[in-house]
């Protein structure tokens, strides 16, 4: 089994920047990828990017490319979510989840999420 946690959440003011961790435990060596997803409130789960664990491939969602970085540190099992220029659109619980497949279509191994909130 895998289990994530995040961290790194907090409150700031729009334009600043977060940096979010997903720290990895278990069998790590079973990761293909990990997912990074939000849910603001009153509102459906969002994907916001993607990274392979091996090769260090991303892609994000239109609405934070530019603005997010993910990257990963395969010694620490940690894949990290920088936020630069946070507008107050994306203040939502933030979550990792393990890419079951690496195919970027069913994510398990949920963390608990870290709340991020950008005042404006």
């Known amino acids: 089994q895998v289990q994530l946690v995040e961290s790194g959440g907090g409150l700031v003011q729009a334009g600043g920047s977060l940096r979010l961790s997903c720290a990895a435990s278990g069998r790590t060596s079973s990761i293909h990828a990990v997912g990074w997803f939000r849910q603001a409130p009153g509102k459906g789960r969002e994907f916001v990017a993607h990274i392979s664990w091996s090769g260090g491939s991303t892609y994000y969602a239109d609405s934070v490319k530019g603005r997010f970085t993910v990257s990963r540190d395969n010694a620490k099992n940690t894949v990290y979510l920088q936020m630069n220029s946070l507008k107050p659109e994306d203040t939502a619980v933030y979550s990792c989840?393990?890419?079951?497949?690496?195919?970027?279509?069913?994510?398990?191994?949920w963390g608990q999420g870290t709340q991020v909130t950008v005042s404006s």
């Open positions: 989840a393990r890419d079951v497949t690496g195919h970027g279509q069913d994510f398990g191994s």
